[in-house]
């Protein structure tokens, strides 16, 4: 089995940062990509960022310049640093890992963590 917590968010007023934190556990060999998507009120679930094992990234137009995401293999942990916070911002951050499946050599199973809310003050 495999758990994926997060942990960071909060309220913050516009101009200020958050460090998200999720950590994945559980039965792990490796893994694979690992990213962060984020849900507002009204609006679709986006992709914001994801980066894989050898440490590609990608991120959504809106927090290029303002957001980074990173691992730490060693930690099986993704993290997603906040700066420059503007209230469109508001949303529930949830991480999200694929990892390589135990049964078959090419398969990668994908898992979420339960998300957490990040509030941007005006």
């Known amino acids: 089995q495999v758990q994926l917590v997060e942990s960071g968010g909060g309220l913050v007023q516009a101009g200020g940062s958050l460090r998200l934190s999720c950590a994945a556990s559980?039965?792990?060999?490796?893994?694979?990509?690992m990213g962060w998507y984020r849900q507002a009120p009204g609006k679709q679930r986006e992709l914001v960022a994801t980066i894989t094992s050898a440490d590609i990234t990608n991120y959504t137009p809106s927090v290029k310049d303002r957001f980074k995401i990173s691992r730490d293999n060693a930690k099986n942990t993704v993290y997603l640093q906040m700066n420059s916070l503007k209230p469109e911002d508001t949303a529930v951050y949830c991480c999200?890992?694929?990892?390589?499946?135990?049964?078959?050599?090419?398969?990668?199973?994908?898992?979420w963590g339960q998300g957490t809310q990040v509030t941007v003050s005006s």
């Open positions: 999200t890992a694929w990892i390589p499946s135990t049964r078959s050599l090419q398969a990668f199973n994908q898992y």
């Open positions: 559980g039965s792990i060999f490796s893994v694979g990509t």
